[in-house]
């Protein structure tokens, strides 16, 4: 099994810089990506930033330009530096990873979320 455990939310004012990390408790070079998805009220769940075990990245739209997310393999562990934060940033964050198991078969694993309030 993978389980994942976010870290690094909190209340930050509009404009500031927050950063979020997810450890796996497995490699996650094993891993075919890791990212990062929010849950804003009465709204659905979508991407903020995804990485391949090959380096690609993929960013939501709304985040482009001013979110990043990182790889640190040695600590298996995913991060995601947010800047010039938005009170619209506002949402639970959940790490997510996904491994190909087979060829027809994708698994997903989530982790528990992490509140990020942007609120002056």
């Known amino acids: 099994q993978v389980q994942l455990v976010e870290s690094g939310g909190g209340l930050v004012q509009p404009g500031g810089s927050l950063t979020l990390s997810c450890a796996a408790t497995?490699?996650?070079?094993?891993?075919?990506?890791m990212g990062w998805y929010r849950q804003a009220p009465g709204k659905e769940r979508e991407l903020v930033a995804r990485?391949?075990?090959?380096?690609?990245?993929n960013y939501g739209d709304p985040v482009k330009g001013r979110f990043t997310i990182s790889r640190d393999n040695a600590k298996n562990t995913v991060n995601l530096q947010m800047n010039s934060l938005k009170p619209e940033d506002t949402a639970v964050y959940y790490c997510?990873?996904?491994?190909?198991?087979?060829?027809?078969?994708?698994?997903?694993?989530w982790g528990q979320g992490t509140q990020v309030t942007v609120s002056a």
């Open positions: 997510n990873a996904r491994r190909r198991v087979r060829l027809e078969r994708i698994d997903d694993y």
């Open positions: 497995v490699s996650i070079r094993s891993l075919n990506a």
């Open positions: 990485i391949t075990d090959g380096g690609d990245t």
